[in-house]
């Protein structure tokens, strides 16, 4: 591997070697024109979407609870708030699948079900 000054050859083709320092530049050209594609696409940037932040609005006796809760856990209300979405989004993605299996599994085994509740 050569010096940063050097040229270092990665690859040949019709247009001879490339080098290091140019492949690094055109790796990053290729990107900013990747990411100026998505944004033309939408009128959100791209950095909002690594973290996005939101309004949430709850009662007073929701907000009361959620401060409670922070306090007896010694965290902050949003790290209490982020965690509640997890696991909502978790519990229901299992309810999910299980309704997913019932469909399939209950109709295959219809018969026997009907004989065990008769049993």
């Known amino acids: ?35 100026a594609r998505e944004a033309s696409r939408s009128p959100v940037s791209h950095w909002y979407r690594l973290q996005m932040a939101m309004t949430l609005r709850l009662t007073e006796d929701e907000a009361e609870a959620l401060r409670a809760q922070a306090e007896i856990e010694h965290r902050s209300m949003q790290d209490v708030a982020r965690e509640a979405v997890r696991e909502y989004i978790a519990r229901h993605a299992h309810l999910s699948r299980v309704h997913g299996a019932l469909e399939v599994l209950t109709p295959r085994y219809e018969e026997l079900l009907d004989r065990l509740g008769k049993a």
């Open 1 to 35: 591997m050569g010096r940063a000054s050097e040229p270092v050859m990665l690859a040949r083709g019709p247009v001879g070697c490339v080098e290091r320092n140019e492949d690094q530049r055109f790796r990053t050209h290729a990107r900013s024109i990747r990411r």
